[in-house]
């Protein structure tokens, strides 16, 4: 079956955390991660710095160790973009998209993938279901790439809600920032929200006012 008929999560600024894939277990089939790294730890591109200056050098090595503890296995060649991870436990997949710096601002500035596998990234996120938003808030324009309505996944460790006034220019761009000023109607794009608690106790709740006092009353 193919991952267009199958719940997709998309983790933006996936790191190495597996932790995501068991806890979804039940909701998602497949997932694409995508991160800066090992190109930089910045995540985009709206810094001003030179391409090289904050390589992460062992970020492909403690992902791969990382996806072996959690039992993922590298079902795609090296040489092929992206990395795909297998779970034959759960039959979860992964698609690892490193390198890429969001947004995609023109198919030149990717470093590691070519314009075709862009294009066939761009594709899949046509079917993401779950957005999962832990630790770093992406560019609210990944949702021009994204049909459905989506299930916004968080966790305690991310802030969802920030002094508004302490932002700096580029950061006001951020999902969690959209969110919280609820711009461009960008909460009608989100049908429910998923937060995992300090205890990592699940919690469903219904719509966004619901979802940030629960992140508050920890």
């Known amino acids: 079956m193919s991952m267009y008929n199958k719940p997709v999560g998309l983790y933006i600024g996936c790191g190495t955390d597996f932790k995501i894939m068991s806890r979804l277990l039940n ?7 995508i991160d800066s790294q090992p190109l930089t730890r ?13 390589i992460s050098n062992n970020y492909m090595i403690a992902f791969r160790e990382n996806a072996n503890n ?19 436990n759960t039959s ?15 198919m030149k500035t990717n470093y590691a993938g070519n314009i075709d596998e862009i294009r066939k990234l761009i594709q899949k996120l046509t079917s993401v279901t779950h957005l999962i938003v832990q630790g770093y808030s992406p560019h609210y ?10 299930c916004f996944v968080g966790d305690h460790d991310t802030l969802y809600t920030e002094k508004l006034d302490d932002l700096l220019m580029y950061e006001y761009d951020k999902i969690t920032i ?3 000023k609820n711009l461009y109607n960008i909460r009608n794009r989100i ?12 919690h469903e709740l219904a719509n966004y006012d619901e979802f ?3 992140t508050q009353i920890e």
């Open 191 to 202: 049908n429910k929200y998923i937060y995992f608690d300090k205890n990592m106790n699940r």
């Open 42 to 54: 910045y995540g985009d591109l709206y810094h001003n710095y030179r391409v090289g200056d904050d």
């Open 70 to 88: 959690a039992g993922f296995t590298q079902i795609s060649i090296d040489g092929i973009y992206p990395h795909v991870y297998r779970n034959y």
């Open 178 to 180: 959209v969110l919280q």
């Open 92 to 106: 979860q997949q992964i698609y690892h998209y490193f390198n890429m710096c969001f947004p995609i601002y023109t």
């Open 141 to 150: 324009s990944i949702f021009k790439y994204i049909s459905n309505q989506v």
């Open 27 to 33: 909701d998602i089939h497949e997932c694409i991660y």
């Open 212 to 214: 940030i006092y629960k």
